[in-house]
């Protein structure tokens, strides 16, 4: 063990200069982002903020001190920041301070009332004329990329009946149905690939349905469950958040 240890360790000269590399200043970062042709994608996402907030400013839309510290305290609940040790911890992390975390908390309060404001009265009809792109869905899935592939599996699993979990961890392509024994997760149908979305949406429960073909490659997919179509909260929200960037891909 001491010998591999030893084998490990970095040359005296690549020590030094590891540890004089400093923190990377802002400018830094801007050039990495830069270099790295992301700076486009970040100033898109800047320019999105400063236009809600023009029109939050427009709409006489706010924030109390109440609700501000009320989502504060519910935000440091959820990453676990319950001491001031921890909320340092947690802003070292980000590299941000008190006021830079305490704006981004106060803009998704903002971002929230808006969609609200613009949009609120607008849910239900919206809802009731497209129900059917807010079922949800629970499925699995194997990805592979070659039709051979694909059906030597649907064939063990018709005619050797084998696990499709452990036919998933065995030969899915897709990093998070693999580690997950092929569960992909609850998803609107309308927010599936439309390949896939088309495929499944008159599949019962516990069925298996393949191969589906994407520019991913091709899918086995199980239908987990069915979730009531209704107007829950989840659903509201993403209603919501559907209208919002409609009207905002609008006005840019």
């Not at 270099?35 to 924030?63: D, M, N, W, Y």
């Not at 969609?115 to 009265?121: N, S």
């Not at 030597?152 to 018709?158: D, G, N, Y």
Request: include cysteine.
């Amino acid at each position: 063990m001491q010998e591999t240890l030893e084998a490990t360790q970095l040359p005296s000269g690549q020590e030094s200069v590891l540890s004089a590399i400093s923190p990377a200043t802002d400018e830094d970062i801007i050039a990495y982002l830069r270099r790295s042709h992301k700076i486009g994608e970040i100033a898109a996402l800047a320019e999105r903020e400063a236009l809600i907030l023009a029109l939050c400013e427009q709409h006489s839309i706010t924030v109390s001190d109440d609700q501000l510290q009320e989502a504060g305290d519910a935000f440091r609940r959820e990453h676990r920041m319950l001491g001031a040790s921890e909320t340092l911890s947690w802003l070292s992390k980000h590299r941000i301070t008190v006021e830079d975390w305490t704006q981004g908390i106060r803009f998704a309060l903002l971002e929230k009332k808006l969609k609200e404001h613009l949009f609120g009265a607008s849910v239900d009809s919206h809802y009731l004329s497209n129900r059917k792109d807010y079922r949800r869905i629970a499925l699995s899935q194997i990805l592979v990329r070659e039709l051979p592939d694909a059906l030597k599996i649907v064939s063990k699993l018709q005619e050797d009946k084998a696990a499709f979990c452990a036919l998933a961890i065995e030969y899915s392509k897709g990093q998070q149905s693999k580690e997950k024994g092929g569960f992909a997760g609850i998803h609107f149908l309308s927010k599936l690939m439309p390949e896939v979305a088309q495929a499944v949406s008159d599949v019962k429960e516990g069925e298996v349905i393949a191969p589906i073909e994407t520019k991913l490659g091709y899918h086995i997919i199980k239908i987990e469950k069915w979730f009531p179509v209704e107007l829950s909260e989840s659903v509201r929200e993403e209603i919501l958040e559907s209208l919002f960037q409609a009207w905002l891909r609008e006005q840019s």
